[in-house]
Structures are given as C-alpha cells and as structure tokens.
C-alpha cells in the first residue's frame, strides 16, 4: 500500500474575475474579526485592483484615439489629388473594414 500524499495546491490557467476579487477584499475591510495587517493587506490590493482598471480605461481611450486619426488619415488619403489610386484602393479597404462609409 502505498503512502497517500497530501494534495498540494495547484496553480491554475483559471483567470480570477476582477469584480469578484475585489468584492472578496472588501469583504476583508468590513469584517471586524479580520486582523490589522489582513484589513491593510485588503486595502492595499483594492488600491492596486482600482489602479490597474484606471491605466485599463486610459489605454483603452487612447487606443480609440489612434483609431480614430487612423482613420482620419485614410479619409484624407481620399481626398488628396497627390495620392495614387492603389493608396486610395487601400484606404478604402480600410475604412470599409472598420465600418466606414467611403
């Protein structure tokens, strides 16, 4: 018979919801029976939670910023009598595909 081993926590691919991670440590922060340093642990992780999802909001407006020029671009590509009909065919691929009316 062979000795059982105890089983070990295993590290998963599981990605944890923010919202529900959040909620936990907040949980934390209102218990009364939770130690200082569990209480402070907590609020620092929210802090970090609630900073990444500002730098998550600030990138995700610049990236529709970029979008939004690129597309500009392609639009002025267009309209300009100097650009070749090859460069307007591919602009208006682009814009087409990004749900543009050209």
């Given at each position: 018979m062979?000795p059982v081993s105890?089983?070990?926590?295993?590290k998963s691919?599981?990605?944890k919801?923010?919202v529900r991670?959040a909620?936990g440590?907040?949980?934390?922060?209102h218990?009364s029976?939770?130690?200082?340093?569990?209480?402070?642990?907590a609020q620092q992780?929210?802090?970090q939670?609630?900073?990444?999802?500002?730098?998550?909001?600030v990138?995700?407006?610049?990236?529709?910023?970029?979008?939004?020029h690129?597309?500009?671009?392609?639009?002025a590509?267009l309209?300009?009598?100097?650009t070749?009909?090859e460069?307007k065919?591919?602009s208006?691929q682009?814009?087409?595909?990004?749900g543009?009316?050209?």
């Amino acid at each position: 018979m062979s000795p059982v081993s105890p089983k070990s926590p295993q590290k998963s691919n599981h990605v944890k919801d923010p919202v529900r991670v959040a909620a936990g440590y907040k949980a934390t922060l209102h218990n009364s029976k939770a130690s200082d340093l569990a209480h402070e642990h907590a609020q620092q992780m929210l802090n970090q939670i609630e900073h990444k999802n500002d730098l998550t909001e600030v990138s995700a407006q610049g990236q529709k910023e970029h979008l939004v020029h690129v597309l500009a671009g392609h639009k002025a590509t267009l309209a300009s009598s100097r650009t070749s009909e090859e460069a307007k065919a591919r602009s208006r691929q682009v814009l087409k595909d990004a749900g543009e009316t050209v």
